[in-house]
């Protein structure tokens, strides 16, 4: 089955550590995004990358951190910069690499608590 | 800039009755909106999107939306509403750029009274 996988589902971290949230995707997809969710405040992006080697900010990079070196893989780095980083964390990806009518595809996220 | 206005955070129906979650956006040029539904502590999927064209979209499950440019709002409807329809569902506008990265409402969550 094509799909985007995101693991672990549940992830704890003590303050100071930093942590790596796992994406991949088997769907050949060109663009791969992250976002964050916190409760009543939708979805914010992190970082996004339209190509291997490539990556670039989003609305709320500060404190996280992203490599994509392979097409499918799309790691995401919670550092201890990060101030508040208890929250639900979306990967998704999209086939298209421009214009504004990709359609992006979304995994089944990890919630990400900071003991 | 960009922006999406989901002005309803909780809305509650019984079950068979017809919804409407409304969805306002502000942007310059054509839009292209989206409309995608999350169960409690999933992922998001697409219910449907619009383009260009019909300014009214089917989607998936019954869902239907309405693109009204004068009104600037992207309204989703369901004639009979099941109780597998409660979750949260966000209304998204593509941001124009070339990236293709997506602007999303807040969110408006749905529950469904049997």
């Known amino acids: 089955d094509g799909g985007i996988t995101q693991s672990p589902k549940y992830l704890f971290r003590k303050e100071g550590q930093n942590v790596t949230l796992s994406c991949e995707q088997n769907l050949n997809h060109d663009a791969m995004y992250w976002y964050r969710q916190d409760p009543g405040q939708g979805l914010r992006l992190i970082y996004y990358?339209?190509?291997?080697?490539?990556?670039q900010k989003g609305d709320i990079a500060e404190g996280y951190s992203v490599s994509r070196e392979k097409k499918e893989s799309f790691p995401l780095t919670v550092t201890s910069a990060q101030k508040n980083p208890t929250a639900f964390y979306l990967c998704?990806?999209?086939?298209?690499?421009?214009?504004?009518?990709?359609?992006?595809?979304f995994g089944p996220g990890t919630r990400l608590t900071v003991l | 800039a960009q922006s999406v206005t989901q002005p309803d955070i909780h809305i509650t129906v019984s079950e068979g009755a017809s919804l409407e979650l409304r969805c306002n956006y502000s942007y310059g040029a054509t839009p292209y909106l989206f409309w995608y539904v999350q169960s409690p502590g999933q992922g998001l999927q697409l219910l449907l999107k619009y383009f260009s064209g019909d300014t009214l979209v089917q989607g998936i499950k019954g869902f239907e939306a309405e693109f009204k440019r004068s009104q600037s709002s992207f309204n989703l409807r369901k004639p009979s509403v099941h109780w597998s329809d409660a979750a949260e569902y966000f209304c998204?506008?593509?941001?124009?750029?070339?990236?293709?990265?997506?602007?999303f409402g807040k969110g408006t969550k749905l529950s469904v009274k049997p």
């Open positions: 998204a506008v593509g941001d124009g750029r070339s990236q293709g990265n997506l602007i």
């Open positions: 990358s339209q190509i291997v080697n490539d990556f």
């Open positions: 998704a990806s999209s086939a298209k690499t421009g214009g504004s009518t990709d359609t992006q595809y």
